[in-house]
Each structure stands twice: as C-alpha cells, then as structure tokens.
C-alpha cells in the first residue's frame, strides 16, 4: 500500500488503458468480484451500470468470519464524476428496506497520463466509523495486500 494513516488507507496503480476504459469496469458491479483482492465479493445483485450519486447496489459476500458466512451489502455512491472519481459507502439492509451504513468507504481517484495510461488511487477510508464500532472490527478488516491486489485485478479487466 501506498498510504496509511489511523483512518484511511490506498494504493496507487498505472493501468495500460484509456481512463474511460477504467471508469467504465468501475462503474459495472458485476465486475466488483472480479476486481476484489479479498475475495470476499461474490457477486453482484444489482446489475446496473453505476450513473449517479446517491444509486444504490448490493453485493452478494462471504466471510468466514462474519456471523452469518454468506451475507449482502447494500452500497450507495457517493461520488461519481466520470470519468475521474467513484467511490461508494458500504452498509446493510435493514428487515425493514432501510440502509444503515458503518462509517467506511471506498473511492477511486483517475488520473488520465495520456491516451492509454491511467493512474489509479484506491481509497478505503473508515474515518467516521464510531467507537463502538470499532471496538468489535479492527480496521482496516482486511489484509494489507488487498488494496494493491485489487488495483491489479482492475488492470487486468481494463487492459483485456
């Protein structure tokens, strides 16, 4: 990873393909598992494309840690300035049909360095997850090479 701070980690990747290209697989959820590096993202629920902030799309996940093993998360985008910025909160759905979020997020940052070269920065950012909350999940909750096996997986998607 290229930085980490008490609430926030990323990692920096150059992708061998145009900035359209890349925001393009990122703006697809079922792309999502393909680009995980935990594994942990099975597949998407809500097929379609990612257009606006405040859309919302659920994941099908797998844990062996979480209570329930097999679970969803029901995420809802937060920035979406094509083709530069996506980024999403991850959270739950309620019994009820509302969304209760942690705290935490996800954001990609692209950077076009020419015609087919882009620089990717993911950010995974729990500043604003409460105390509570953290006393029960450590963070960030995944191992350290998964930001960095994931920008690996996107460039594999856009460069293909």
């Keep these: 990873m290229d930085g980490i701070d008490q609430d926030r980690v990323s990692a920096v990747l150059t992708v061998a ?17 393909a680009i995980d590096g935990t594994g942990w993202v099975r597949h998407s629920v809500d097929r379609a494309p990612l257009t606006e902030p405040g859309q919302v799309f659920r994941m099908g996940m797998y844990h ?8 969803r998360t029901a995420n809802r985008v ?14 739950t759905e309620q019994e009820d049909g ?26 995974y950012d729990w500043s604003a997850v409460p105390d509570s909350v953290r006393e029960y999940v450590g963070f960030p909750p995944f191992p350290p090479e998964h930001l960095p096996d994931s920008l690996h997986h996107l460039a594999s998607l856009a460069e293909g």
């Design 17 to 33: 393909a145009p900035v359209t290209r890349v925001f393009a697989v990122l703006a697809d959820p079922a792309s999502h598992a």
């Design 78 to 91: 937060h920035v979406l300035e094509p083709p530069h910025a996506i980024g999403w909160f991850t959270g």
């Design 64 to 71: 062996p840690g979480h209570p329930d093993g097999t679970y």
């Design 98 to 123: 509302s969304l209760r979020f942690g705290g935490w997020y996800w954001r990609y940052d692209l950077a076009p360095l020419g015609p087919d070269r882009t620089e990717v920065t993911l950010t």
